[in-house]
Structure formats: structure tokens, C-alpha cells
């Protein structure tokens, strides 16, 4: 069969259910806690941070397809199907008998990944007759993702963003107010939070854990307003299964399955997209495809993390999630510039890891940038610094097949392009990046921020 | 017919030829001159700057289709397709009984159509057996576009950015260097032409014009070298003709045929090549499509310029061509923020629109800006500010037919995405932007730099 460039599925083509992993896994996810309980939150409970259709999604285990609402799918016919690439300059430029393919996810203003769950939120927060919506963001992607979609449903939305990030990317500050959202630099002195940390220290460059609670703290003192989160949660990797769904139709009619999947993992959103329908297969023992999380080394929740309930943000506010965790308290070195920058990780990514049905490996700055620069050069597109963990494990997979003579079929998840992360490309060619492996004190200090849940493993 | 919100063509439907407008025009732009003797210039006297095959094709007015070598088609199907796109959410927006599609070319990493012809020209300098290029860019697109080509084909490359850009968009220079390019801010001390402007003014912006000259100047000093230029060639719009192929053979699958075409003009390289094959129906009195240029009021070539000759560079080094020229001695306000700053146009599209069979109109920045918000807020994709000209006019057309009841199919070139903008996107939103429309007698001072070409119209 002659396998194009690209593969775009047509409009008909495209899923019109998302795939929910939870029914096919044997063993489901801890429950979330009520942080002041302990004990499991329900539905109802959730209702006052989240939207209630979202509510029921984050603790829906059992419903195998969800049906994606007509609105929702118009949306996605604007900037979906997302190609699936197959990579013949990168196969050419190593050398090797693999056959690799990405599905690439950056071909939409917000660069990423991001847009397919910012969406469906805001979505359902219309739906319930909901006004506005507040977030968090750090580099600026699901903030974007998020004023495009609350702009094209007519919500209001504030993003409180990070200090540190808000004043060294004023451009993505500038993307999301052109979509009408209301950017808030983070610690702000609008909310309590923000005001506490900013009497402690008027000088800090803010975190995401303040910027949660800031977004958090707005959205329940706001009436009609909710708080939403770009990745970890289960709904997100809900809605984030288009992407693996699409890529498996698209394989699917190239006759085509892949032996390795690869995808970056930070909170997991995109990692547990675009696996969701092969790991059906695994689940189901319909097939056994490799699957690979990367992470990077100055972060490494699943590779050298803990498998324990931990608070979803540094400010300890949040429900808490059984899930690898560096600890909440755990920050990633300030030299560290690839992203993915999440103390934890996906409870269900983090319970199938648990559970044998992927592997994960971590790899170090300075190399990721290496294969960012090797695959653009190849493919003429530039990677966002988080994709390209990717790309290193897939070169590496390749280069090893070159080794072996194998012709193994390799997939992987190219989430996002870099345009807004110049800085850390000109860092890495100028050769002032370092790698930066946290030591095992320094591992241990952020276990030491870890909760106790007594009666809970 | 259901007609998608995005139709891709498959590799199989995507064109295998280039096609050369010259061959159907019933009147031939008038011949280049030497800037030296004011004769016609010669193929074979364009090779000392331009590759042979790139000069061949500057001169040839006759080969109706141009096979495109098959090395440039791999390329091109890395990134091609590019989506044609049916504005649906931007008709429901305007409540306009008009079908609105639009050719969007931002979507790869040079953010622009230009690498359309960037593969082209370095393609054609490899195959020569040169070893290096130069070029000059301005706001970057055409810089990245070519660094990105000869990354590809392993040619070394050399871009004078202009100084003002280089330090204001330093985002721009880094991805340039990612792909390999040399960035040199000019004026720059490494030529002659750099160190004359360097020492009337140490702390000059920079210019165009000054770029060109030492990038020509470069390439005439460097055995293996040549210099190339993104736009306004004859050459390029030949290349650029992909994009109206492709356009025209994905409405021919959905049974549409446009009743106006609108392509935001600088150079005229995207205008030229998306109007291609409408303008062979026009031509060969096949088809009547209303054809719109779109430019700013600030630097109105074809709405206030005259049709004389003139040095397509203001360095007054390059060949001269007739075209409609506000001068190469006029310089748009510094308050211009939307690109298009180019003080001629295509000679092909200038012949063109003396012929009557085009029209041309102007747009004030901040209707330009407003027709960007709207439009991405609408179709969520953020558009460069030279490409919402075209918008401006595609909306405005779309307003009348909603006044009119007429169900106009208007087709728009879209020809990239904003990202590296956000400044003037902040000035707009914040109201700081102003309009800047010249008054007659900045015209005249550009006219007054017209060069006297005895003999010649």
C-alpha cells in the first residue's frame, strides 16, 4: 500500500464517542478523597468546583463510549481531523527500517493537544447555563486552548498566570486576550490566596499550586462560575481519546498497527489520548503493542515517584489522588526547560503503570533538545520542548531497530509546536543548557510533603 | 452536497505542475532592465545572481505548465495539502447567506506560504551543485521558510535580518537558527553596503532595502552562492500557483466556483499564486470571477501608486521592473503595523490590473485588526495581520450580501498566522493603534525617487 505523507480522515470519518479507559481496566483508580473527609468524594460533591456533567465524567468508571454532543463535534470539524504523519524524512535521516508515525496535535492556534478538552468544558459549562469559567496556566497553552473555546461559547473566563511565566511570554498573554479572556497575573491581590503569598514575599515569580488556588478560590465566589483543569483528571483523558481514536482509524486504514506507542507524560493528558484505543486492545487481549511514557529526568513521577495519595496541586486544596507523585511539595529545578513540570501524574495512567500495562522512561533536557532540533530539521516542524520527549524515545527506538534489522512500527504522540519556547531552543544551541537530575535528598524532600491518609495504601 | 468544514486533497489529487499565468495574459509584463544599461536583461545575465533554472523561469513567459520536480513534491507533502476551509461559524457570525471558504497556508512551522517557493528555489540551487544562499526577511516569514528549505537540502544559509526586527522579534531569529540559518543583523559590518549605512548612522533601524543590498552583495562575494527573494519575482508566483490549484481542484470536488476571489497584496506572491488558475478562466473567457487585491492604506501600490518602472529594491541595486511602485524611495509610517510594507507589486499582477482584469482596494489597520478579533474568536485559528486584509474584505463583501440577499461564494487566501504579531494585537486591543493613510504629498516624495527610463512607458 502506498502510505502518504499525511493521512487526514474525512469528516465522516471522524469518532463521534469518545472511549472511556476505566470500563476495560481490571483494577480502577483509587477513589478521589475529600481533602477535609478522607473519605471518597461523590458527584454532588464536586458540583461546586466543577460543572455537573463534568462531574459525573471524572467519576464515571463504567460507561465505555460517551457520545460527543453535536456542538461540541462542530468544533472539532474546525481544526480536527489532526494529521497522521507518517515520518519518512526522519526514517530516511536515521538510517532505519522503522516505519514511525506521529500524530500531531499542534496544527490549531493553541498550539497543542490542549483545544480538544478545553472545549468539551467549557461546552458543558454552557450547557448548564454557567457565565464564566476560571483556570490556571503556566507556559500558556491550555490558558489559550481554553479563551478559544470559552470565546467561541460566549463564557467569560480568567486565566490567572503564573508571574514568571506572564511577564517572560507576554505573547501568549496577548493570544488570550485577543480571545477575550481575562488574563490575571498570579499571585494577584483579587483573592486571598494571592494576597497572602504576595504579604509574604511581594517579589515572587507566583506557581502553579498559588495560581490554582487563586482560580479555585474566584471560581466559588463567583456565581455561575467554575474552575477547570487542563490535564490529570479522568474526564480530560476522556475527551483527549479522540486523539488515539483518530490515530487508530487512520492507522487502522493503512493497514497499519503500531508494535510501540510513545507518548510525553506530565500530568498525562495526551499520553492517556493517544493510547486509549491500543491499551483497549491490551486490556481486552486483543493485542499487545509496547507502551512507553517519557518523562523528563528533572521530573520523573513515574520512574522514580511514589505510588500514593497525594493533593492535584501545591497549595494542598484539591481532593486528594492515588497516583505516582513526587509530592506535592516537589519542585522541578528552575534550569529545567522542557516542561511537563507536574509533581504527579494521570491516576488512571498511574494505576495502569502500576498495573504492568506500560512502561515509562525518562530522559535528560539537553537530549530532548537534541532530537527537537534533529526532527525539525528532518520534518520542518518545530516541536513544543514537551513533544520532543517523544521524539527522543521514538529516535531511540529507531536507532535501536537499525541495530536489530527490525522493521517495528512505531507511533507517537507530537503534541505541540515550540513557537513560544524559543528561549530554551536558543538556551540548548548555544550550549548553556545543563540537565538537571533531582538527587535522591532532594526526591526525598518532596516525599516528605506527601500526606498521610491513614487506612489507605 | 455536504461540504466539510475542512477538505484535505489526498497525495493522489495534489497538483504535479506549476502554472505559468504569463502563458494566457494577453499582454506581457514589460521586460526587466539592467540597472547598468536599461536593456532588457537575459537570462543568461541573471545567472550571476540567480540560480540558472530559477532564472530561466524568471524570463519564461510561454511554458504554459511546469512539471514540479519530485524532490519538491516530497517536500511539499510534508506540509500540503493545505486545507481549503468553509467559514461556517464566520457566516452564522455574520448572518450572511454567503458561502465563505478560505486556502489557509499558516499551518507549518514557517507560518506562511512562503515556503511554497523557499523548497523551490533551494531545491533548484542544490540541483545546480551551489553550496549557499542569502536572503534578507523583515518580519521573518520568509526567513524561517528558507532556513527551513535548506536545512532540508543541506545548503548553508545566510539572512540579513533587519536590525529593528532582529531585536524585536528575537523569537523569529531563534527558530531561524534552529533550522541551521545564520542570522546577521543588518546593517551588518561584514559588507561593504552594511559598513557605508554603519558609518552615516551607527545607530540606524535598519531597512529593507539595505538587507537586499547586502545580501546581493554576499552571494556575489561567495563562490557556490546566490541570493533569493520571497516575493514580487515572476519566479515565485509561478511557484506560489500551488495554492490556487490546490484551491481550485478542492472546490471543483464540492461543485463550488467562486464568485469573487480576495488575496491580501504586498509583493503579490500570494495573491498571484492563489488567483492562478481563476485568472486562466478569465483569461480564456472560461469563467468571470470578480478578483480583489487587498492592501494597506498605509502603502497603497495599486490604489494611489503609479505603473512605471522602477528598482524593485530601494538600495536601487536589482534589476528595474514596471510595476505599480509608490517609489523605492517611499517608506510606509512606522505606525504600520500590518505587514504588506512593499513599495511595488508583481509586475505580472500590475500588468494584470492595468488590463482591467483584477481590481484592487485598501483597508485602514484598524478595520484590519477588527476583522482579525472577530475572525479569530469566530474560526479560532489567529491570523497574521497581512492576512486580515483579505478578511476585512471577505467580511465586508459578506456584509453586503447579507444586505443584498445574494448567496455570494467568496473564496479568501489566509495566508498565515499571527503569533510572532502580538505586539500590534495588544496595540489594537488596547486602542493605541492608529490609522496611517499617507497624504498626496508623502506619495509625491515616493514618486520623485521614480528613476528616468527613456524610451520606456
Redesign the interface.
Known amino acids: 500500500m502506498?502510505i502518504?505523507?499525511?493521512l487526514?480522515l474525512?469528516?465522516d470519518q471522524m469518532p463521534r464517542q469518545w472511549y472511556n479507559l476505566r470500563a476495560d481496566m481490571p483494577c480502577q483508580p483509587d477513589p478521589m478523597l475529600d481533602p477535609a473527609t478522607l473519605q471518597p468524594v461523590t458527584e454532588e460533591g464536586l458540583y461546586l468546583v466543577f460543572c455537573e456533567k463534568l462531574a459525573h465524567q471524572e467519576l464515571d468508571g463504567s460507561t465505555r463510549y460517551v457520545d460527543i454532543p453535536e456542538e461540541i463535534l462542530?468544533?472539532y470539524?474546525?481544526?480536527r481531523p489532526s494529521p497522521l504523519c507518517r515520518a519518512?524524512?526522519l526514517e530516511k535521516a536515521l538510517d532505519t527500517p522503522a516505519h514511525i508515525y506521529y500524530k500531531f496535535e499542534g496544527?490549531?492556534?493553541s498550539?497543542s493537544h490542549k483545544?480538544n478538552s478545553a472545549i468539551a468544558q467549557a461546552y458543558y459549562a454552557k450547557e448548564q447555563g454557567l457565565s464564566s469559567l476560571t483556570t490556571e496556566t503556566g507556559a500558556g497553552q491550555w490558558g489559550t486552548a481554553l479563551a478559544?473555546a470559552c470565546?467561541?461559547f460566549g463564557l467569560d473566563l480568567t486565566v490567572f498566570m503564573v508571574k514568571v511565566s506572564y511577564e517572560q511570554k507576554?505573547?501568549r498573554k496577548?493570544?488570550m486576550?485577543?480571545?477575550?479572556a481575562d488574563v490575571t497575573v498570579s499571585p494577584s491581590p483579587t483573592t486571598g490566596a494571592g494576597r497572602r503569598i504576595l504579604e509574604k514575599d511581594p517579589h515572587t515569580g507566583g506557581s502553579l499550586g498559588c495560581a490554582i488556588s487563586e482560580a479555585v478560590e474566584r471560581a466559588l465566589a463567583t456565581p455561575g462560575c467554575r474552575y477547570v483543569l487542563g490535564s490529570v483528571l479522568n474526564q480530560v483523558l476522556l475527551h483527549q481519546s479522540i486523539i488515539g481514536l483518530e490515530a487508530k482509524r487512520a492507522m487502522d486504514l493503512l493497514g497499519e498497527y503500531p508494535d510501540v506507542i510513545i507518548g510525553c507524560a506530565g500530568g498525562g493528558s495526551n499520553l492517556g489520548g493517544l493510547i486509549a484505543p491500543y491499551m483497549r486492545d491490551k486490556l481486552t487481549g486483543a493485542a499487545d503493542p509496547q507502551i512507553i511514557a517519557v518523562e523528563p529526568a528533572s521530573c520523573p513521577s513515574l520512574t522514580r515517584g511514589r505510588y500514593a495519595y497525594d493533593f492535584c496541586d501545591t497549595g494542598r486544596i484539591t481532593p486528594l489522588a492515588r497516583m505516582y507523585t513526587l509530592g506535592s511539595g516537589f519542585i522541578p529545578s528552575p534550569g529545567h526547560a522542557g516542561g511537563l513540570r507536574y509533581h504527579g501524574m494521570s491516576p488512571i495512567l498511574s494505576r495502569l503503570y502500576h498495573d504492568g500495562f506500560m512502561s515509562a522512561v525518562s530522559a535528560e533536557q539537553t537530549r530532548v533538545f537534541e532530537a527537537a532540533?534533529f526532527f525539525?530539521?528532518?520534518?520542518?516542524?518545530?516541536p513544543a520542548p514537551e513533544s520532543a520527549h517523544a521524539i527522543r524515545a521514538a529516535m531511540d527506538e529507531a536507532l535501536r531497530c537499525r541495530e536489530t534489522g527490525e522493521a517495528k512500527t512505531i507511533l507517537f504522540g507530537l503534541t505541540g509546536?515550540g513557537?513560544?519556547d524559543?528561549?530554551a531552543?536558543?538556551a540548548f544551541?548555544e550550549g548553556k543548557m545543563a540537565d538537571t537530575v533531582p538527587t535522591d535528598e532532594e526526591l526525598q524532600r518532596g516525599f516528605d510533603s506527601l500526606p498521610e491518609v491513614p487506612g489507605r495504601a
Chains 1, 2 share one sequence.
Open positions: 502506498n502518504p505523507h499525511r487526514y474525512t469528516e462542530e468544533m470539524r474546525i481544526y519518512y524524512q496544527n490549531n492556534t498550539g483545544l478559544e470565546a467561541h507576554p505573547f496577548a493570544v486576550q485577543t480571545f477575550g532540533v525539525a530539521r528532518q520534518e520542518t516542524i518545530l509546536t513557537y513560544f524559543m528561549t531552543y536558543t544551541l
